[in-house]
Nanobody, 123 residues
Framework: QVQLVESGGGLVQAGGSLRLSCAAS????????MAWFRQAPGKEREFVSA????????YYTDLVKGRFTISRDNAKNMVYLQMNSLKPEDTAVYYC????????????????WGQGTQVTVSS
């Protein structure tokens, strides 16, 4: 079992930045792929970004490519999402997720989820 806790959300103006953090605990010694998803009101949860165990491979949806950066610190069991040039359409609850094995952007393929952190971008 892996427990995930997100933090760092908040209210920011368009063009601003936020850094989300995800703290992992439990069976963190396993080689988990880590990802960020988001869900806006009335919409399905969507993939944002993912990172491999060693951090050597990263993946992004085209919607955030060039603006968001995912990273991880395995020594601290942390995953981060640096979000720059935020837009109102980035407003959503952001979730941290983990899965064993290889990369996936499919929501249901992830085994563990955090409770989410709200990001609101005002225009």
């Amino acid at each position: 079992q892996v427990q995930l806790v997100e933090s760092g959300g908040g209210l920011v103006q368009a063009g601003g930045s936020l850094r989300l953090s995800c703290a992992a605990s439990g069976r963190t010694s396993s080689n988990y792929f880590m990802a960020w998803f988001r869900q806006a009101p009335g919409k399905e949860r969507e993939f944002v970004s993912a990172i491999s165990w060693g951090g050597g491979s990263t993946y992004y949806t085209d919607l955030v490519k060039g603006r968001f950066t995912i990273s991880r610190d395995n020594a601290k069991n942390m995953v981060y999402l640096q979000m720059n040039s935020l837009k109102p359409e980035d407003t959503a609850v952001y979730y941290c997720a983990a899965r064993g094995g290889y990369y996936s952007d499919y929501t249901r393929s992830y085994d563990y989820w955090g409770q989410g952190t709200q990001v609101t971008v005002s225009s």
